[in-house]
Each structure stands twice: as structure tokens, then as C-alpha cells.
Nanobody, 117 residues
Framework: VQLQASGGGSVQRGASLTLSCATS????????MNWYRQAPGQQRELVAA???????DYADSVKGRFTMSRDIPKNTVYLQMNSLKPEDTAVYYC????????????WGKGTLVTVSS
């Protein structure tokens, strides 16, 4: 499974950005599509997740500000990020998990989001 993430950039506090992640596999065959982020000196953390049925879950730190969506024909998921804060600054990674007999994890290259105050 190949994942291609894009959409990062440098913005000011309060701005919005939308990240995209295109996958080479039919989204319905992927157990979950997820967005992680890793800030300098910190561990990678799960930001948002979308299951194959379209249900979503978010980290408490982004609830109400970030929204994950998908375009099924394009096999693409999005992360709409509103009201960005400097603490959202990180490299954002797209991740796909496929559960068959075991969990298989796939990662895209990160895209940098920088939020200045």
C-alpha cells in the first residue's frame, strides 16, 4: 500500500490547512486510515482516525478543530485543520492499518505543518 500525503505548510495562529493522503488501495479494504504527528523531540502521536465504515475519532487536543473526511472514488482521506495553534506544529504522517491475520501498518512520508504565533 502506497500513501502520498500533501498539504503541509507554514501558517499563522488561527489559520486553517487541509492535508490530503492518497492511497493506492481501495479505502474500503483498509481497516483504518489515520493521521499521526510528531513534534520535534516528542513521540509520534495519533491525531485522527477513520475506520472503513467512516467513523472517526480524534485526540482530545484536536477535537472540535480537526475533521477527517474521505473521497472514496479518489481513495483519498483529508484532515481539515482549523484554528491552528503553535502546538500543532509537527510533521504529520498518514498511516493505513490493514487487519487480516495480523495488523499491517503502512506509512506515507510526512508533511510539515508549522504554525507561528
Amino acid at each position: 500500500v502506497q500513501l502520498q500525503a500533501s498539504g503541509g505548510g507554514s501558517v499563522q495562529r488561527g489559520a486553517s490547512l487541509t492535508l490530503s493522503c492518497a492511497t493506492s488501495r481501495n479505502i474500503y479494504t483498509i481497516t483504518s486510515m489515520n493521521w499521526y504527528r510528531q513534534a520535534p523531540g516528542q513521540q509520534r502521536e495519533l491525531v485522527a482516525a477513520m475506520m472503513a465504515d467512516g467513523s472517526t475519532d480524534y485526540a482530545d487536543s484536536v477535537k472540535g478543530r480537526f475533521t477527517m473526511s474521505r473521497d472514496i472514488p479518489k481513495n483519498t482521506v483529508y484532515l481539515q485543520m482549523n484554528s491552528l495553534k503553535p502546538e500543532d506544529t509537527a510533521v504529520y504522517y498518514c498511516n493505513a492499518v490493514i487487519q487480516i491475520k495480523t495488523d499491517m501498518y503502512y506509512w506515507g512520508k510526512g508533511t510539515l505543518v508549522t504554525v507561528s504565533s
